[in-house]
Each structure stands twice: as structure tokens, then as C-alpha cells.
């Protein structure tokens, strides 16, 4: 991954060291700085440099923030953690509902309404949904801001996770916790919406495919309540396609971070990867590739976990394999 990134990075037309100098620096001054950052060096080299360092744990220097990679990342990840987080569980608190609804109302006026919905989710990008949230909730109704984490006037809560509402319910800091809320609103929609569609149409396609198995069939015969068949033979298979989703969907909502970033100037990863390409900055770019493909990782780690929880079976299947 790291190749790969590395050689994407470095096929992108411009000089850094010219872009970090300035348009009226002289050439020497070019030199100086493309000296300084190892920029000089011929690319095969530059790359056995990163890796020797990567090994260490030194993702490089930043040519934007004059500062470690790692270190930018850590400062940069906790509101795109929490902006991630927000979107996800709207995901998943409305996704999966509105998912099952549909597919017990089959046919009728709310399955066509969930339907359009999602639809309509996955079409309209997140920029214009963005710009069209900003002007109906801030210019048009005064109810929620338009964008930061915080306005103007509040102090941020004292640094212990770097997440807003988070330090600020361990702060004990109710005034802060509902400007950050307010906050999130808006770019969390903005994320979630595509994710929403997504999840929505998978539930809906799972619970009427598990609707018509022979198990189903079978429980309903024993004379069971259709609470019962529900929640215990339909929902629990039927949520096992859908976390797929969802582990796929957390990797989504990250990607979607730098649109809906730039969009509420969420000062996170996105906008911060925003920067970083548009100044040519290698080492960051490539910082936050390594930290989304981590994170890929650790989402379908998490998947494969959830499937045990939800179907012992594939544990003991796994084991009947080894």
C-alpha cells in the first residue's frame, strides 16, 4: 500500500518545494527547501527514507504544517472520529428501522416513500445536500450553525480525547456538549445520508428474502407470535448481510470526510488531506492513506467478530475447517 501510494503521490505534475517556497522565492531558495525536506533525492531513495522511517513509527514531515505527520493526524483524527461516529450510528439507528419497516410494509405507500428516500440518498452528493442543509437551517431558519465545531465565543472543553462531546460530558460541561451537538448536526446528516440509502435498501432486500426461508415458514406454523418470529428468527439473520455494509460503509464515511469537511470547515482529517494536496504535500497524503486503509482493516476485523456474535455457527463451522 505504501508503494502504491508513494508512486500515485509523486505522478501528480507540480514542485512542492516551488509551492511551499512561494511564486516570488528565488531558485535558491527552492533548492534550499527541496534540500531540507530530502525532495532532491531521486525517487527510489526518497522511498527506502520513508519506509526506514515508517518502520520507526515516522510517517515524515508535513511540507503544509512544518510538523510531523503522526503528530498532525493525532490532533486531526479526533473530530473526524467523532464527525465518523455520529454519521455511523444514524446509520444504523435509522438505517435498519426503516430498512425492516419497508420490508414489512411491502408494496404499500411507506415502501415506496423509504424507497424514494434512499434513492434519493445515494443520488444527490454530498456537496449539494451540504450547501442545501447550510441554507435552509442556517439562512433561511436561524436553527443550527453552519459550520466549525464550535462558534466563535465557546471555549473548547479541556483536551483529553480530543472528541468535543465526549471531553465535554467528562468536564461535566452542558453548555459546551449542546454547541458541539448543534454542530455536528449538519455534517453529520450530510455523511450519513449516503450510508443511510445504502443500509436502508440492504436491510429492506434481507428481511424479505428471510421472510419467505423455510425456517420462517416453519416457526409461524409452530403457532410463534410474529414478535417472536421477528426478533428472533428474522431480524438476527437478516442484520448478518447488513453489518457487511456496514464495515464497508465505515471505510465509505471516512472518503466522504473530505467533501463534507470542506463543506462545514470541519477542521479534521478531510480538510486537513484537502490541504495536503493541494500543496503537494507527500508525507501527509500519504500519512492519511496508510491511516484509512488501517482503519479498512480494523472495520472488517470488527465484521468478522460481529458475524460470530450474531451466528455462533460460523465460529464452529471456522473451527470443523482448522
Do not use: C
Request: zero cysteines; a neutral charge.
Amino acid at each position: 500500500m505504501s508503494a502504491i501510494t508513494f508512486a500515485l503521490t509523486h505522478i501528480v505534475p507540480g514542485d512542492p518545494a516551488r509551492l511551499l517556497a512561494g511564486p516570488h522565492a528565488r531558485q535558491e531558495q527552492v533548492d534550499a527547501l527541496a534540500r531540507l525536506y530530502g525532495l532532491d533525492r531521486p525517487l527510489p531513495e526518497q522511498y527506502w527514507i520513508y519506509l526506514t522511517g515508517l518502520l520507526r513509527g515516522d510517517l515524515g514531515m508535513s511540507l503544509t504544517t512544518r510538523r510531523p505527520v503522526l503528530d498532525d493526524l493525532l490532533q486531526y483524527l479526533p473530530a473526524t472520529a467523532e464527525l465518523a461516529f455520529a454519521a455511523l450510528a444514524l446509520t444504523v439507528l435509522l438505517g435498519i428501522p426503516l430498512g425492516v419497516l419497508a420490508a414489512l410494509r411491502h408494496g404499500r405507500a411507506t415502501d415506496h416513500a423509504v424507497r424514494f428516500l434512499a434513492v434519493a440518498g445515494v443520488s444527490l452528493p454530498a456537496f449539494w445536500l451540504g450547501l442545501g442543509l447550510q441554507i435552509i437551517f442556517f439562512q433561511q431558519l436561524s436553527l443550527l450553525p453552519i459550520g466549525g465545531r464550535l462558534g466563535s465565543l465557546d471555549a473548547p472543553p479541556a483536551r483529553v480525547t480530543g472528541a468535543y462531546l465526549v471531553d465535554a460530558l467528562l468536564a461535566a460541561d452542558t453548555a459546551t456538549f449542546a454547541a458541539a451537538a448543534g454542530h455536528l448536526v449538519l455534517p453529520a446528516i450530510t455523511l450519513a445520508a449516503g450510508s443511510l440509502a445504502v443500509v436502508t435498501r440492504m436491510m429492506r432486500a434481507s428481511v424479505l428474502e428471510t421472510l419467505d426461508a423455510d425456517y420462517v415458514r416453519t416457526a409461524r406454523a409452530k403457532g410463534l407470535s410474529e414478535r417472536v418470529v421477528l426478533g428472533r428468527h428474522v431480524l438476527k439473520n437478516a442484520l448478518i448481510p447488513t453489518i457487511t455494509v456496514l464495515g464497508l460503509q465505515a471505510g465509505t464515511l471516512l472518503a466522504g470526510a473530505v467533501l463534507v469537511e470542506a463543506v462545514f470547515s470541519w477542521p479534521g482529517i478531510g480538510l486537513y488531506t484537502v490541504r495536503a494536496i493541494s500543496n503537494l504535500d507527500y508525507a501527509a497524503v500519504m500519512g492519511v492513506t496508510l491511516l484509512v486503509s488501517a482503519i479498512y482493516v480494523l472495520a472488517n476485523l470488527l465484521v468478522d467478530l460481529a458475524y460470530v456474535v450474531l451466528d455462533p455457527r460460523i465460529a464452529e463451522q471456522g473451527t470443523m475447517r482448522t
